[in-house]
Each structure stands twice: as C-alpha cells, then as structure tokens.
C-alpha cells in the first residue's frame, strides 16, 4: 500500500494521467485513426512469417522491424488480431519511452520540474499519438533512441562505468531491428566518448569497441536475411533513394520541421537563450553530443516528419528547461494548455487549412 501511495504521489503517475488523458483525446475525442498508408505492409509481413502465402513478400519490413514484429505476433494471441497486437506493444513503448525520457531529462538537469515540463512537451507532441501509437513499428525505434541515449549519458556522467558502456551498445544492437531509429543511442555513445575526458587512445579503443559489438546481432541478421531473400539494406536504401530523393529540398525540410515542433519552436528558443543564461560546461557538451544524432534523419533519403521525429526529444529537452526558468506557474501551464491544443489541432484542420504555397 506504501508503494501505491508513493507512486500516486511522484511526478510518474502525473506523466502517465497526462499519457492516458493524450490518448484519450486524440483517439476517442478528435477520432484519429492509427491507421496508415504503411500499417498493411507491417500486417502481410506478420501474415507472413506466420505461414502465409503472399504474392509480394514486404521484404522491407522482414529486414528492418524484425523483433517488432516478432513481438507484437505474441501479443496478438492476447488481442485477437495482428493489428490489435502492434497497437498493444506500441502502447508499451508509449508509456516506457516517457519513463526513460523522464529519467533522461533527470540525469542531464539534475531538476524534476525541468524533467517534468519536457516529458509534457514530448508526450502531447502530435507526433506521439499520429505516428506513434498506431500500425506502424517507429515508436519502438524511438523508445531504444532514447533509452540508449540515456545509458550513454549515465556513461559520461559516471566516468565511462562499464555497465552503462554495454548497455548502451546491447539498447542500440537490439532496437535496430525494432526499427532503424533505435540503432542511433550508438552515435550519442561515440560523440560522447569523443568528449570526454579519456586519452586518446582509451577513446579510440572505446569506439571500435562499441562499434565492433553492436554490429554482431544486426550483421548476423542481415546475412541471414540476404542469403534466405537475397534482399539487403542496400536494396532498401537505393529504393528509397530513387522514389524520394528527388523530392529531397530544403523547402520541404523548412516545412517539416515547422510542422514537427510547431508550437514548441517559440519555446525552444526560449530554452536556446535561458542555456545561454545560466551557461553550464557539463550539461553543454552533453546537449552538443546529443545532437548528432537526432540529427541523422537529414541522412535518410525520403524526409518525412514521421523520420524527422527523431529530433523532438532533443528540442523537448531544452524547451523544458526554458519552462522551468518562468516564476509564474499559471503562465507556464498557459503554455503548456496551448502547446497542446495546437498539437491536436495540427492533424485535424491546422494542415489543412494552412497549405503553404511551396
């Protein structure tokens, strides 16, 4: 009973009411469908390796989310149907991705209101509930971003303890084939190394050992898989590349990354200044070695704002330190309220209506 009422006490269950209460609106409120134009991929592919027959096999989605769709089979014996099942495992990263992005934002700033106001800002972003929670296998991917991010600052922050150094690598190895985003904690690890305080030669060690092991699980797959289909990433990647690159601008990049963190930009440049302000050494280089990769998007050749989500934790980290730098708590819910309601808006009318001419 103690641990009950300590949880309905802590800042997790305030983030988890507010999880549910996003959902809520997103899905019984304003009627969005998790559905989309990728979901009956991810579902042939499942019909697949369940022993069906197909005409055209989603290499793709065998080669990329192999473990997401492993996992949300199992959970379709609980739910009933193959969709119920990828809702049901991205409804578990859902609420675990806001846990250890809460945890992030608490081991950078070493500040629960901070980590609080950006867990808010990176849970109601549209992001989360019209990518996020639906047929797809991206939130999977994000989640081990994050979680792998997290591992490698606790790395940095503790002196390079091995623990974190291995659990970083195995978040990266293992969200890779929940879905490639997951593979990018590895890149916070090595620019975090790489500024560090170690020698030379520990940092160069540290990286060819990161690297070497990660690669074990997904290479060993990937062999696999080309040997079994003859398929490899490389097919994938050169398909992408012929079917979006030309579209690839910086027009649409403009346009996405206003649309991605719409109502949140104000806010990040708020924090941008407020990190300016109360300048500290430590907490800046984690902030520049975390950049990279949420950054990597701009490497794939197809620039969606489902790709580009990746860089919303990013801008939730400092947008919530700026936040948490306003005296006036009913400003700052103010804020919040309305950060939200634009958030909600975006994907019911806001995009719509506002058809940018280019």
Same mark, same amino acid.
């Given at each position: 009973?103690?641990?009950?009422?300590?949880?309905?006490?802590?800042?997790?269950?305030?983030?988890?009411?507010?999880?549910?209460?996003?959902?809520?609106?997103?899905?019984?409120?304003?009627?969005?469908?998790?559905?989309?134009?990728?979901?009956?991929?991810?579902?042939?592919?499942?019909?697949?390796?369940?022993?069906?027959?197909?005409?055209?096999?989603?290499?793709?989605?065998?080669?990329?989310?192999?473990?997401?769709?492993?996992?949300?089979?199992?959970?379709?014996?609980?739910?009933?149907?193959?969709?119920?099942?990828?809702?049901?495992?991205?409804?578990?990263?859902?609420?675990?991705?806001?846990?250890?992005?809460?945890?992030?934002?608490?081991?950078?700033?070493?500040?629960?209101?901070?980590?609080?106001?950006?867990?808010?800002?990176?849970?109601?972003?549209?992001?989360?509930?019209?990518?996020?929670?639906?047929?797809?296998?991206? +939130?999977? =991917? $994000?989640?081990? @971003?994050?979680? &792998?991010?997290?591992?490698?600052? /606790? *790395? #940095?922050?503790?002196?390079?303890?091995?623990?974190?150094?291995?659990?970083?690598?195995?978040?990266?190895?293992?969200?890779?084939?929940?879905?490639?985003?997951?593979?990018?904690?590895?890149?916070?690890?090595?620019?975090?190394?790489?500024?560090?305080?170690?020698?030379?030669?520990?940092?160069?060690?540290?990286?060819?050992?990161?690297?070497?092991?990660?690669?074990?699980?997904?290479?060993?797959?990937?062999?696999?898989?080309?040997?079994?289909?003859?398929?490899?990433?490389?097919?994938?990647?050169?398909?992408?590349?012929?079917?979006?690159?030309?579209?690839?601008?910086?027009?649409?990049?403009?346009?996405?990354?206003?649309?991605?963190? +719409?109502? =949140? $930009?104000?806010? @990040?440049?708020? &924090?941008?200044?407020?990190?300016? /302000? *109360? #300048?500290?050494?430590?907490?800046?280089?984690?902030?520049?070695?975390?950049?990279?990769?949420?950054?990597?998007?701009?490497?794939?050749?197809?620039?969606?704002?489902?790709?580009?989500?990746?860089?919303?934790?990013?801008?939730?980290?400092?947008?919530?330190?700026?936040?948490?730098?306003?005296?006036?708590?009913?400003?700052?819910?103010?804020?919040?309220?309305?950060?939200?309601?634009?958030?909600?808006?975006?994907?019911?009318?806001?995009?719509?209506?506002?058809?940018?001419?280019?």
């Amino acid at each position: 009973m103690e641990k009950i009422l300590n949880f309905l006490k802590s800042k997790y269950f305030l983030l988890f009411a507010l999880a549910i209460l996003n959902l809520l609106v997103a899905f019984y409120f304003l009627k969005l469908s998790p559905w989309s134009s990728d979901s009956e991929t991810y579902l042939k592919a499942m019909q697949y390796l369940r022993g069906a027959n197909l005409e055209q096999i989603p290499y793709n989605r065998l080669l990329t989310t192999p473990f997401m769709l492993y996992s949300s089979i199992l959970a379709s014996w609980f739910t009933g149907s193959f969709y119920g099942g990828i809702l049901a495992v991205n409804l578990i990263f859902y609420f675990l991705i806001i846990y250890v992005f809460y945890k992030l934002v608490l081991e950078i700033y070493q500040n629960q209101t901070t980590a609080v106001l950006s867990s808010i800002l990176l849970l109601s972003n549209y992001s989360m509930y019209n990518y996020g929670v639906t047929y797809n296998a991206d +939130l999977g =991917g $994000w989640f081990f @971003f994050v979680l &792998g991010s997290f591992f490698a600052v /606790k *790395y #940095f922050n503790n002196h390079g303890r091995k623990r974190f150094f291995y659990l970083t690598i195995l978040s990266a190895s293992t969200g890779v084939l929940f879905k490639e985003y997951g593979a990018l904690g590895l890149i916070s690890l090595v620019m975090l190394i790489l500024f560090s305080d170690f020698p030379y030669k520990r940092k160069v060690n540290e990286i060819l050992k990161a690297g070497l092991l990660f690669l074990i699980m997904p290479v060993l797959y990937y062999i696999y898989f080309y040997l079994k289909f003859n398929y490899s990433y490389f097919n994938w990647y050169l398909f992408n590349i012929n079917a979006f690159a030309p579209s690839y601008n910086i027009i649409l990049l403009i346009k996405i990354l206003g649309w991605i963190y +719409l109502a =949140g $930009w104000p806010i @990040f440049i708020f &924090g941008l200044w407020q990190e300016k /302000k *109360y #300048f500290e050494k430590t907490r800046a280089t984690v902030l520049a070695a975390l950049l990279p990769a949420s950054l990597a998007f701009l490497a794939w050749p197809a620039l969606t704002q489902r790709i580009a989500f990746i860089i919303v934790p990013w801008l939730a980290l400092i947008s919530g330190f700026g936040l948490s730098k306003i005296k006036n708590n009913y400003i700052i819910g103010t804020i919040l309220i309305a950060y939200a309601l634009i958030n909600y808006s975006i994907t019911t009318f806001l995009i719509k209506i506002i058809n940018l001419p280019f």
